[in-house]
């Protein structure tokens, strides 16, 4: 994000009423998410817990005792004593070091092998020792899921899942399974993605310009985006939208106010195309 306007569009959502902020120490503008938080706070806006902040274990930093360093390093970027919510960004473990991207001589992704159980349990000390309320995973499939769940001794479940979900990747089975066990799927790229190629699957057509979402817009006033929104939620997929446009910020957040028949739900639902817009090739 351009420098700045991580601050401006948080302190706008706040303000808007939004209240979970997606982060991760990838994104690179936890500094900004931080301030925008206290300074909110000192205006007397919100208070610490009013706010949902999640936080993502990156790739290079699955072995066991990397888990707890990591976290401490984001709860200091963002000057806060815990988050809410703690996540495993990836199932994939890449190389230690200081390279997000690790890669050998050809250009290729050096990984790194470690067990998930091990990493998970790592997870489970730092909820135990209050730096993080809540722990998750993302980018998880069923198996990988399965795996987490009966891992003998298991102490927390994974409380969410968050995979790329909207119109036209609906994930009907993963989110039977995950309402099965209890898991909330939290939906990332809710909107359609910013269609940026350099990471976006950019032959599947553009969310927003659906004419089913359009037209079901019209009939109640809105948007395409705003029907794509209200879509998820009423299934219940929680929504993370991302704007740096404070019109559209605010416009996301004006989804309460109408609901869509059972009959849109199954037209909207119909437009699954089972392609991902995020394909995560590393
Ligand atoms: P912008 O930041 O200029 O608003 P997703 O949440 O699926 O990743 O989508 C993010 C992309 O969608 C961004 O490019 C964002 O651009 C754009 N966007 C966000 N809200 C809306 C909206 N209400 N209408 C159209 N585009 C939107």
């Known amino acids: 994000t351009p420098k700045g306007s991580c601050l401006e569009s948080v302190k706008i959502a706040i303000d808007t009423g939004y209240r979970h902020i997606d982060g991760a120490f990838v994104y690179y503008n936890e500094h900004e998410v931080g301030q925008a938080i206290r300074e909110k706070i000192a205006e007397g806006r919100i208070k610490r817990e009013d706010i949902f902040y999640c936080g993502k274990l990156w790739n290079t930093c699955h072995p066991p005792e990397l888990v707890r360093p990591t976290l401490e390093k984001t709860l200091k970027i963002l000057q806060l004593d815990y988050v809410d919510l703690y996540i495993i960004e990836l199932p994939m473990a890449f190389k230690p070091g200081d390279a997000i991207y690790p890669k050998d001589e050809n250009?290729?992704?050096i990984y790194h092998e470690t067990d998930l159980c091990a990493t998970w349990e790592a997870m489970e000390a730092c909820k135990d020792a209050g730096l993080a309320k809540s722990i998750g995973?993302?980018?998880?499939?069923?198996r990988q899921l399965e795996m987490i769940l009966n891992k003998p001794g298991l102490k927390y479940k994974p409380v969410s899942n968050q995979v790329e979900c909207h119109?036209?990747?609906?994930?009907?089975?993963?989110?039977e399974f995950c309402r099965q066990h209890d898991i909330v799927i939290v939906g990332y790229s809710p909107l359609g993605t910013s269609r940026d190629e350099t990471w976006v699957n950019v032959s599947s057509p553009p969310l927003l310009k659906d004419p089913v979402l359009n037209?079901?817009?019209?009939?109640?006033?809105k948007t395409a985006a705003q029907v794509a929104l209200r879509f998820s939620i009423q299934r219940g997929?929680?929504?993370i939208p991302k704007s740096f446009n404070p019109q559209r910020i605010r416009e996301n957040f004006q989804i309460f106010d109408f609901s869509l028949t059972e009959k849109e739900m199954k037209e909207i639902e119909a437009l699954n195309k089972n392609v991902r817009y995020v394909e995560l090739l590393m």
Do not use: E
Not at 167 to 175: A, D, E, H, N, V
């Open 137 to 142: 995973v993302s980018n998880f499939n069923r």
């Open 215 to 221: 037209a079901i817009g019209k009939k109640y006033n």
């Open 107 to 109: 250009g290729k992704i």
């Open 237 to 239: 997929v929680v929504v």
């Open 167 to 175: 119109p036209y990747f609906t994930q009907p089975k993963l989110l």
